[in-house]
């Protein structure tokens, strides 16, 4: 077996044929956390477990710990531009959250998917139990109530963490003011 890690930037430069290769290549490793006896290309919505909001909840409680999985979790409840999928799917795309998260290695995303899913696992008490499903086009799917309950999730950490409403930042004023200060005082200069 050989390996390959590419940065961000050798990413970007990449021809987008090389792009669209390498985007194919970890959609096909991440199908290996879908096996099952049926064409891996073809999801099925009926085989795709649905985490309601509760679950959600505990799913975060036991992973947000890690930061990068709970950066990647929270993908999950990302609206993605003409990402119309068959209901009641929604579909992702593995080069967007790869980009997202600054992830240059598709290795570290499937160990994600696969972290989350066995903490889903836990939750369901359910060793089959499976968020994920993957096609060859790059998309990674999920139950539309499972992106729905991440998103509803997010809402209420996101609202629960608000600015404060009328915050005003102090006035320092301008860098001549600090440096007018009398001897002795602290001055910095800009």
């Given amino acids: 077996m050989t390996s390959f890690t590419f940065s961000v930037e050798q990413m970007r430069?990449?021809?987008?044929?090389?792009?669209?290769?390498?985007?194919?290549?970890?959609?096909?490793?991440?199908?290996?956390?879908?096996?099952?006896?049926?064409?891996?290309?073809q999801v099925h919505a009926a085989a795709l477990a649905t985490c309601l909001l509760q679950e959600a909840l505990q799913l975060f409680e036991m992973i947000k710990g890690n930061f990068l999985l709970s950066q990647v979790f929270f993908e999950l409840a990302r609206d993605?531009?003409?990402?119309?999928?068959?209901?009641?799917?929604?579909?992702?795309?593995?080069?967007?959250i790869l980009r997202h998260r600054r992830l240059g290695d598709g290795d570290r995303l499937v160990d994600c998917f696969t972290a989350i899913n066995q903490a889903f696992q836990t939750i369901r008490n359910d060793p089959e139990a499976t968020l994920f499903g993957f096609d060859q086009q790059?998309?990674?799917?999920?139950?539309?109530?499972?992106?729905?309950?991440?998103?509803?999730?997010?809402?209420?950490?996101?609202?629960?963490?608000?600015?404060?409403?009328?915050?005003?930042?102090?006035?320092?004023?301008?860098?001549?003011?600090?440096?007018?200060?009398?001897?002795?005082?602290?001055?910095?200069?800009?």
Avoid: C, K
């Avoid at 600015?163 to 005082?185: N, V």
């Fill in 138 to 190: 790059g998309h990674v799917f999920i139950h539309q109530a499972t992106h729905d309950s991440i998103r509803q999730l997010w809402d209420q950490l996101y609202a629960a963490h608000a600015p404060m409403a009328g915050f005003t930042p102090p006035h320092l004023g301008t860098s001549e003011d600090i440096a007018q200060h009398p001897p002795g005082s602290a001055s910095v200069n800009f």
């Fill in 13 to 41: 430069s990449a021809p987008p044929e090389v792009r669209r290769w390498i985007e194919r290549e970890i959609t096909a490793a991440l199908a290996v956390l879908n096996r099952s006896d049926h064409d891996p290309s």
């Fill in 80 to 96: 993605m531009p003409n990402s119309h999928g068959a209901a009641p799917l929604h579909p992702l795309s593995v080069a967007d």
